[in-house]
């Protein structure tokens, strides 16, 4: 019986590689073949700290690499430029990507199961017409965040550009401790343009997201 093939990619950050290595080696272990894609950056650091140990789960896993768009010398800490910079480059990057290894893998890319926050994987899988899935390795918190940012704007909490407008605690569920809006997620990185940027893409990819599918 022959494999199925899923593409799995995170965002280029610690908190969301690992959970997602993670769910990629149950899924090696269940019989999937999964092509893991990094950036160029992260990459080296996967592949330094990756077992030369071959058994059959690995056998049913390859790790491959884009660009991040970045330059060499670049601060990828700075997540507004490197999210920025993947949105515009990753899509046709990702796509040469799929296009090359269904040209020489007998068991062609079925799905693409994407980190929630990267809805641009999700258009290009839309585009070439490869199921998808998103994979929220946050905390159950943030999620319920990501999606209650209409809500948010619609009660006044935050404006159109997540920006809090006051100055009062809020409680998205009877189930969770109450939240400072100071400290959401996009709200709190010191920079109000780095704030817009994530915030964008929560918004926007957030959205992509639950109308795909999150598995959590």
Not at 170 to 176: A, H, W
Request: glycine share 6%; proline share 5%; net charge negative.
């Amino acid at each position: 019986m022959r494999n199925k093939h899923v593409v799995v990619i995170p965002y280029p950050a610690q908190g969301h590689v690992i959970p997602l290595m993670e769910a990629a080696r149950c899924f090696t272990s269940n019989g999937l073949k999964v092509t893991f894609v990094n950036t160029e950056f992260t990459h080296k650091q996967v592949m330094s700290a990756w077992s030369d140990q071959q058994d059959g789960e690995n056998d049913l896993m390859q790790i491959v690499c884009i660009t991040d768009g970045l330059e060499p010398g670049d601060n990828r800490e700075d997540l507004g430029k490197l999210t920025e910079t993947m949105s515009r480059v990753g899509p046709n990057k990702l796509e040469e990507l799929i296009e090359g290894i269904n040209k020489v893998d007998d068991e062609k890319i079925k799905c693409i199961i994407a980190d929630y926050c990267m809805g641009w994987v999700i258009r290009v899988a839309q585009k070439m017409g490869i199921r998808q899935a998103t994979f929220c390795p946050s905390s159950a918190a943030v999620l319920a965040l990501t999606m209650s940012v209409q809500k948010l704007m619609d009660d006044e909490v935050i404006d159109s550009n997540g920006v809090p407008l006051k100055d009062q605690m809020v409680q998205l569920s009877t189930t969770m401790p109450s939240m400072d809006p100071a400290n959401f997620a996009w709200a709190c990185t010191g920079d109000p343009v780095r704030n817009q940027i994530i915030f964008d893409i929560m918004i926007l990819d957030g959205k992509e997201a639950a109308d795909v599918g999150i598995q959590w």
